[in-house]
């Protein structure tokens, strides 16, 4: 079944804007009659009809809503810093969004190489993720913020610093408690510094390992993000 990101739906029917109608209609080859998914991002699945398959303004009706459709029983945060080579950030917000994340927030550091990101185009990657994946919840990605300003804000059950200084680290499953909300820190491709490790540890925030191997920022943030949805699940 095909499922369109429909973020303003209100009423019993729905129009597509111009760029989902194309694809509805040309790529997809979709007719009166079809059936399609939609959500609006917020939890709201909705099974619909295609009624006028027009290739610029598509009309559907709306016949059945399911709220909080598919509803995780945690919520995760992941804060990191946007690595230099933008694919790879790009390739974790997709990734995640699949995998179930609820908020991401860009991060600089001392160690930093890249110091903002395209949100809009970011949003877009998110956007299709979620209808690749069939999710009926869209990742809330923020605006980038300065390490120390996040952190004199940072509200969680449950607050991890993922970093590769040798200093003492607790695995994630022997910290862990289920049905949190967790918030968890990855830094730049040069790690945290010490300052910064030292910050989190006076604010709460529980110092992490997640493995042996060295990982890539974006390869750690999704093995985080994995890890937290494994043990949800058990």
């Not at 989902?20 to 917020?42: M, P």
């Not at 998110?126 to 990605?141: E, G």
């Not at 991890?160 to 968890?184: M, R, T, W």
């Not at 540890?201 to 110092?207: E, K, M, R, Y």
Request: aromatic share 8%; charged share 30%; proline share 4%.
């Amino acid at each position: 079944m095909h499922l369109f990101y429909t973020p303003d739906i209100k009423t019993a029917t729905y129009q597509l804007d111009e760029e989902e109608s194309k694809h509805c209609i040309k790529v997809l080859r979709l007719k009166n009659g079809d059936q399609v998914n939609l959500t609006d991002g917020k939890g709201g699945f909705y099974l619909a009809e295609i009624i006028d398959g027009h290739p610029k303004r598509t009309v559907l009706n709306i016949k059945q809503k399911t709220p909080e459709y598919a509803k995780r029983n945690h919520y995760l945060h992941i804060a990191l810093a946007p690595t230099k080579n933008i694919d790879r950030f790009e390739w974790f917000l997709e990734k995640a969004t699949e995998i179930g994340i609820d908020e991401i927030t860009p991060i600089i550091c001392d160690r930093s190489e890249r110091k903002e990101i395209k949100l809009d185009r970011s949003n877009k990657i998110i956007a299709s993720a979620i209808k690749q994946s069939l999710k009926a919840y869209i990742p809330k990605l923020n605006n980038y913020l300065t390490f120390k300003t996040f952190i004199s804000q940072a509200s969680a059950d449950l607050k991890f610093i993922a970093h590769c200084e040798e200093n003492k680290k607790s695995a994630i499953g022997d910290v862990f408690k289920p049905q949190q909300k967790y918030l968890i820190l990855i830094g730049p491709e040069g790690d945290f510094s010490p300052s910064e490790i030292e910050l989190t540890l006076q604010n709460g925030f529980v110092a992490i390992t997640l493995g042996e191997s060295r990982l890539r920022t974006e390869t750690a943030a999704l093995e985080a993000c994995f890890e937290i949805n494994y043990l949800n699940r058990r």
